[in-house]
C-alpha cells in the first residue's frame, strides 16, 4: 500500500487543522492506518491510530483534542486536530500495517510510511 499524507500547514495556536492519509490499493479495509509526528532529534512519536476493526487510540498527550477517522470508501484516513499547542510543531506522518498490530504505538511495527507533511503553530 502507498500512503500520501497531506494538509499541514502553518496554524496559530488554539486553532485547527485536519491532516489526511490517502492510501492506495484495493485492501485498505485489512490495515490498521496510524499517524506518528517527528521533531528534529527526536524519535518518532505516535499520535492516534484506527485499526481495521475501527478501534482508535490516542495518547495522553492528544486525547480531547486530536480526532482519527477512516472513510473506508476513499481510502483516506484523517486526522483532526484542534486547540493546537505550540509543542505539535512537528512532521506529521501517516502509517498502515496490514491486521491489527499488538502494540499500535510503536513506529517499528509498521511497512508503509507516508512522506510526511509539516504541522507548524504558531504562539
Known amino acids: 500500500v502507498q500512503l500520501q499524507a497531506s494538509g499541514g500547514g502553518l496554524v496559530q495556536a488554539g486553532g485547527s487543522r485536519r491532516l489526511s492519509c490517502e492510501a492506495s490499493?484495493?485492501?485498505?479495509?485489512?490495515?490498521?492506518i496510524t499517524w506518528f509526528r517527528q521533531t528534529p532529534g527526536e524519535e518518532r512519536e505516535f499520535v492516534a491510530g484506527?485499526?481495521?476493526?475501527?478501534?482508535?487510540y490516542y495518547p495522553d498527550s492528544v486525547k480531547g483534542r486530536f480526532t482519527a477517522s477512516r472513510d473506508n470508501a476513499k481510502n483516506t484516513v484523517y486526522l483532526q486536530m484542534k486547540s493546537l499547542k505550540p509543542e505539535d510543531t512537528a512532521v506529521y506522518y501517516c502509517?498502515?500495517?496490514?491486521?491489527?498490530?499488538?502494540?499500535?504505538?510503536?513506529?517499528?511495527?509498521?511497512?508503509?510510511w507516508g512522506q510526511g507533511t509539516q504541522v507548524t503553530v504558531s504562539s
Open positions: 502509517a498502515a500495517t496490514l491486521g491489527e498490530p499488538s502494540r499500535m504505538v510503536d513506529a517499528g511495527r509498521y511497512e508503509y
Open positions: 484506527v485499526s481495521q476493526t475501527g478501534f482508535i
Open positions: 490499493g484495493r485492501t485498505f479495509t485489512s490495515y490498521t
